[in-house]
């Protein structure tokens, strides 16, 4: 499925100004999208706009039309948007039932609702748990895990609603760096082997370098650059966006940049790296 | 000024998850501290022992010389200032202003110097001009930087920063950093949880690995991040940042900075 904004200007209630204005963005099936931008610029309330929550659920003014295959989800029931569209907000916390007394169950809650037969259930709660290396807290307690350990179940909870379209504000921001290379490893394979769309917000670049096809900047509510993840992330004018280059940019730029090394030089040190 | 002693801590959850076996650790009045290791390795564990929220399964910590075990939650909360992963679970008042002094004035803090207090903690994060402000009209980065100031506004001795980091730009990133220098130049300890090993390496004079509920590397980030501790680090699925790598593969030595990267370049010549 395909996700399309054309011309969306989104304003919270009660606001004095517009949170975000004329946002363009396609995102195809089997495509990542990273988004990037300073703190404040509207990269959260993208992801509500984008999921359909804002201004069903969240409320406030909304202007443009987001499509999904075509089809405009300004108007659709919630329930008929959250089988298509599955969203992780940026507080795990947040997202768990709070009723559930295991991982497992708090997993199998929303594929239950969807009225899936038990196996199917047990199927997709065992591949999500799968998929990100937590098999090991099925049987644990919700409200007893690491602030780390509950963002993998708040996102394995998403995968295992099986939508064509995840949106995910900032997924890896409370994990280690194994949990985070295990996060962009599951989210590469469902856009390649199940053409998942994925939104993605990620202040770590490192992990949008090697995760997105193509990555948008946000600044003040606008859509100000867009480009394939390669060229934006190298982009010096990140940094004044106050956007934190992936390290090999950064190093590389370290390198050149006091004159020390030339550049070829610098590239082939970090590409020995890389392997 | 007030020393750190860790002796022989473990700690089980009720419900039997070990999260600390045996955890010995001394820091030093006016150390700048930062703790990594993998989600579960017992670092929130850890911390939460300072202030008495959890107190150990086995072992002691002393506090100045002198044992948590007897001491209330409220009289440590004098000595030992926590600002948690989740700033949700922290924040309770309806305006950034009376959420900052929240702190100070149960230390019976008032009037003038109350408000002064809360101007400069919010100043120091910069939330100066958000003061009246519903917290929870701040997005999820400023509500971060809003329980860092409720901490220092508290101004304890011992200064605990649990993932500070998280969901900050390179502005954000930059103020948290520039906090820490400032608390270690006032004298005061700073203890901080982070999964950023680059923000790790540059911010802090000692950096501690923790692995299944211990501690197994202890040092400056150049010992920790230095070749010969990549083992160790691989073995907890952490890998030092990039430019301890660059510098070890181009024979510099350790330079788990860019900085002290360009700085061996240029003395290599």
């Given at each position: 499925m395909?996700?399309?904004?054309?011309?969306v200007?989104y304003?919270?209630?009660?606001?004095h100004r517009d949170?975000?204005?004329?946002i363009?963005?396609e995102?195809?099936?089997g495509?990542?999208?990273?988004?990037?931008g300073p703190?404040?610029s509207?990269?959260?309330t993208?992801?509500?706009?984008?999921?359909?929550l804002?201004?069903?659920?969240?409320?406030g003014r909304?202007?443009?039309?987001i499509?999904?295959?075509g089809?405009?989800t300004i108007?659709?029931?919630?329930?008929?948007?959250?089988?298509?569209?599955?969203?992780?907000?940026q507080n795990?916390?947040?997202?768990l039932s709070?009723?559930?007394s295991?991982?497992?169950?708090e997993?199998?809650?929303g594929?239950?609702?969807?009225?899936?037969?038990l196996?199917?259930v047990?199927?997709?709660v065992?591949?999500s748990l799968?998929?990100?290396g937590?098999a090991?807290?099925?049987?644990r307690?919700?409200?007893?895990?690491?602030?780390?350990?509950?963002?993998?179940?708040?996102?394995?909870a998403?995968l295992?609603l099986g939508?064509d379209?995840?949106?995910l504000?900032e997924p890896?921001?409370?994990l280690?760096?194994?949990?985070?290379?295990?996060v962009?490893?599951?989210l590469?394979?469902?856009?390649?082997?199940?053409?998942?769309?994925?939104?993605?917000?990620e202040?770590k670049?490192?992990?949008?370098d090697q995760?997105?096809?193509?990555?948008?900047?946000i600044d003040a509510?606008?859509?100000?650059?867009?480009?394939?993840?390669?060229?934006v992330?190298?982009?010096?004018a990140?940094?004044e966006?106050?956007?934190?280059?992936?390290p090999r940019?950064?190093?590389?730029s370290?390198?050149?940049?006091a004159?020390?090394?030339?550049p070829?030089?610098?590239?082939?040190?970090?590409?020995?790296?890389?392997? | 000024?007030?020393?750190?002693?860790i002796q022989?801590?473990?700690?089980?959850?009720p419900g039997?998850?070990?999260?600390?076996?045996?955890?010995?650790l001394?820091?030093?009045p006016g150390e700048t501290l930062?703790?990594v290791?993998q989600?579960?390795?017992?670092?929130?564990?850890?911390v939460?022992h300072?202030n008495?929220?959890?107190?150990?399964?086995?072992?002691?910590?002393?506090?100045d010389?002198?044992?948590?075990?007897?001491r209330?939650v409220?009289e440590?909360?004098?000595?030992v200032g926590?600002?948690?992963?989740d700033?949700d679970?922290?924040?309770?008042?309806?305006?950034?202003?009376t959420?900052?002094?929240?702190g100070?004035?149960?230390?019976g803090?008032h009037?003038?110097?109350?408000d002064?207090?809360?101007?400069?903690?919010?100043?120091?994060v910069?939330?100066?001009g958000?003061a009246?402000?519903?917290?929870y009209?701040?997005g999820?980065?400023r509500?971060?930087l809003?329980?860092?100031a409720?901490?220092?506004?508290?101004r304890?001795?011992?200064?605990?920063?649990?993932?500070?980091?998280?969901g900050?730009?390179?502005?954000g990133?930059a103020?948290?950093?520039?906090?820490?220098?400032a608390l270690?130049?006032?004298?005061?300890?700073?203890?901080t949880?982070?999964?950023d090993m680059?923000f790790v390496?540059?911010?802090?004079?000692?950096?501690v690995?923790?692995?299944?509920g211990q501690?197994?590397l202890d040092?400056?980030p150049?010992?920790?991040f230095?070749?010969?501790s990549?083992?160790?680090?691989?073995?907890t699925?952490?890998?030092?940042p990039?430019?301890a790598?660059?510098g070890?593969?181009?024979?510099?030595?350790?330079t788990?900075?860019e900085a002290?990267?360009?700085a061996?370049?240029?003395?290599r010549?």
């Amino acid at each position: 499925m395909t996700l399309r904004l054309s011309a969306v200007t989104y304003r919270y209630a009660g606001a004095h100004r517009d949170a975000l204005t004329g946002i363009d963005l396609e995102l195809p099936a089997g495509s990542v999208l990273g988004v990037v931008g300073p703190n404040e610029s509207g990269k959260s309330t993208l992801c509500l706009v984008a999921s359909g929550l804002a201004p069903v659920v969240v409320g406030g003014r909304i202007s443009g039309s987001i499509t999904i295959d075509g089809r405009a989800t300004i108007g659709m029931r919630p329930h008929e948007l959250a089988q298509r569209c599955g969203i992780l907000f940026q507080n795990p916390q947040a997202q768990l039932s709070g009723t559930a007394s295991t991982v497992f169950e708090e997993l199998a809650f929303g594929p239950r609702n969807l009225g899936l037969p038990l196996a199917t259930v047990i199927e997709r709660v065992e591949s999500s748990l799968e998929a990100l290396g937590i098999a090991g807290l099925a049987d644990r307690d919700p409200d007893r895990l690491s602030g780390g350990q509950v963002q993998l179940v708040a996102l394995a909870a998403i995968l295992a609603l099986g939508p064509d379209i995840l949106i995910l504000d900032e997924p890896t921001s409370q994990l280690d760096p194994q949990g985070t290379r295990l996060v962009g490893e599951a989210l590469r394979r469902l856009a390649r082997e199940n053409r998942t769309a994925i939104l993605v917000v990620e202040h770590k670049t490192a992990l949008l370098d090697q995760l997105a096809d193509r990555v948008i900047v946000i600044d003040a509510g606008r859509l100000v650059r867009e480009g394939s993840s390669a060229e934006v992330l190298a982009d010096p004018a990140l940094v004044e966006l106050g956007v934190e280059p992936p390290p090999r940019v950064r190093v590389r730029s370290a390198l050149t940049g006091a004159g020390l090394r030339p550049p070829d030089e610098a590239d082939r040190v970090l590409a020995e790296l890389d392997r | 000024m007030i020393p750190i002693e860790i002796q022989g801590v473990s700690f089980t959850y009720p419900g039997g998850v070990r999260a600390l076996s045996g955890v010995d650790l001394g820091v030093a009045p006016g150390e700048t501290l930062g703790i990594v290791g993998q989600n579960g390795s017992g670092k929130s564990t850890l911390v939460r022992h300072l202030n008495g929220l959890l107190r150990p399964t086995q072992g002691r910590i002393l506090l100045d010389g002198s044992g948590v075990g007897r001491r209330h939650v409220a009289e440590l909360a004098a000595v030992v200032g926590i600002a948690f992963q989740d700033p949700d679970r922290q924040i309770f008042a309806g305006r950034v202003r009376t959420e900052v002094a929240f702190g100070p004035r149960n230390l019976g803090l008032h009037g003038a110097e109350l408000d002064r207090r809360v101007r400069e903690a919010l100043e120091v994060v910069g939330l100066g001009g958000a003061a009246d402000e519903n917290p929870y009209d701040l997005g999820y980065s400023r509500r971060k930087l809003l329980a860092i100031a409720s901490v220092l506004a508290m101004r304890t001795p011992i200064v605990v920063l649990d993932e500070p980091t998280t969901g900050q730009d390179l502005r954000g990133v930059a103020r948290v950093r520039s906090i820490v220098a400032a608390l270690a130049a006032d004298g005061r300890t700073v203890i901080t949880i982070s999964h950023d090993m680059r923000f790790v390496a540059e911010t802090f004079r000692r950096v501690v690995v923790m692995r299944a509920g211990q501690v197994v590397l202890d040092g400056t980030p150049a010992d920790v991040f230095g070749e010969s501790s990549w083992g160790v680090l691989a073995s907890t699925y952490l890998e030092p940042p990039l430019a301890a790598r660059v510098g070890a593969r181009l024979g510099l030595g350790s330079t788990p900075t860019e900085a002290s990267l360009v700085a061996a370049l240029a003395a290599r010549g």
